[in-house]
């Protein structure tokens, strides 16, 4: 057989990525203070996700805003 092999459909993983990207381009230029707060529970959501992991790789500034600061799981 010649050719490229075709791939494989895309990881679902992959598809919510592509999602959470798309619905986070249609934020630019919305109301800021509703920007944060998508962001704070983007943020919240995945620290969640890594056992409160995230919140350590953070500044402590972001970790305040977001409400991540002295927060444990």
Known sequence: MTGVAPGGPPAPTDDAAAELAAQLRELVG???AEVRQVVAEVLGALD???GGALRD???????AETGLDGVRN
């Not at 790789?57 to 970790?63: E, G, V």
Request: charged residues 25%; hydrophobic residues 55%.
């Open 48 to 50: 969640r996700a890594a």
């Open 57 to 63: 790789q953070l500044p402590a500034a972001i970790r």
């Open 30 to 32: 919305a109301d800021p």
